[in-house]
């Protein structure tokens, strides 16, 4: 039997949730999250409309 390997977490992580109505600015929001983020390092930027094609949102 293959030895569990363990999960290393070496950069802090926050998971954002958000909830709105539609069209009140949440993709937008989020876009300019991880805008920000890029800038500093922390994530890896995603376009405004490349966020509603994730397959999460099929």
């Given at each position: 039997m293959a030895e569990k390997k363990?999960?290393?977490?070496?950069?802090?992580?926050?998971?954002?949730?958000?909830?709105?109505?539609?069209d009140h600015g949440k993709t937008t929001l989020t876009a300019a999250i991880t805008k920000v983020l890029a800038e500093t390092g922390g994530a890896e930027f995603i376009a405004y409309d490349q966020i509603d094609k994730a397959p999460e949102e099929k």
């Open positions: 363990k999960f290393v977490r070496n950069k802090p992580h926050c998971n954002i949730g958000t909830i709105g109505h539609v």
